[in-house]
């Protein structure tokens, strides 16, 4: 059965890194179980043309479904300010089966301060 990609929308900061955590679940709840999985994510702007860049994936609890969403601040730094990109998670399983599970827009703030 195909999935519908959950939608979550991020706004993290120009020139910093950004991390976030999520946990994929099946239909009744529970977390989906991701040993063997591959999973990838990434930041384009609305017309697939530019590539801002990777996230840095790190399974967290390949058990319960539990990933950590890295977009480091060389990435950041690049984000289109006053718009918007969008970015969207596809995981793959051990037999093959690409699905996207997440997507949204990445709405960046501007950060001010720099280190001296």
Do not use: H
Request: charged fraction near 15%.
């Amino acid at each position: 059965m195909p999935v519908t990609p959950a939608t979550y929308n991020i706004r993290p900061q120009r020139r910093a890194d950004y991390v976030l955590t999520v946990q994929f679940k099946d239909s009744a709840g529970a977390g989906i179980n991701l040993t063997g999985w591959n999973c990838y994510a990434s930041v384009w702007d609305t017309d697939r043309v530019i590539k801002y860049g990777d996230f840095v994936v790190t399974v967290t609890s390949a058990a319960t479904g539990v990933v950590q969403l890295k977009l480091p601040y060389a990435i950041t730094a690049t984000l289109p300010l006053g718009g918007y990109a969008q970015y969207d998670v596809l995981l793959v399983s051990p037999t093959g089966l690409r699905e996207f599970y997440m997507q949204g827009l990445v709405r960046p703030s501007e950060g001010y301060t720099t280190p001296s």
